[in-house]
């Protein structure tokens, strides 16, 4: 949710510093929380003998996660406008947290 919060922002960036700096700190929440939240449950789903192969193939998802959606973004942003390609972040990331608390 925060991660579509902080794309929503960006579309309706506000020239201050103290928004931007808003923004900016809704991103390190977001992504601090991600961070440890994925590697905890990725060490309690997996086996302790595969936990390294695990954490690897989860850095790689992620990886190649990141850079199909610099794609996908740069392609909207570019070829409409900067709004569309964070429209299209708070949409997945919305979506995503959708399904996340639908499998609770």
């Given at each position: ?12 960036a ?17 992504i601090?929380a991600?961070?440890?939240?994925e ?31 610099s794609?996908?973004v ?8 900067p ?9 997945l ?12």
């Amino acid at each position: 949710m925060l991660s579509s919060l902080m794309a929503i922002g960006w579309i309706v960036a506000m020239p201050s510093v103290w928004y931007l700096g808003l923004l900016f700190a809704l991103g390190g929440i977001y992504i601090a929380a991600e961070d440890a939240l994925e590697g905890a449950i990725a060490a309690g789903l997996l086996p302790e003998d595969l936990r390294g192969s695990g954490y690897g193939l989860m850095a790689t998802i992620n990886g190649l996660g990141d850079f199909v959606s610099s794609i996908m973004v740069g392609l909207l942003w570019t070829s409409f406008t900067p709004g569309v390609g964070f429209a299209y972040s708070a949409i997945l990331s919305l979506i995503g947290a959708i399904i996340i608390l639908r499998m609770r």
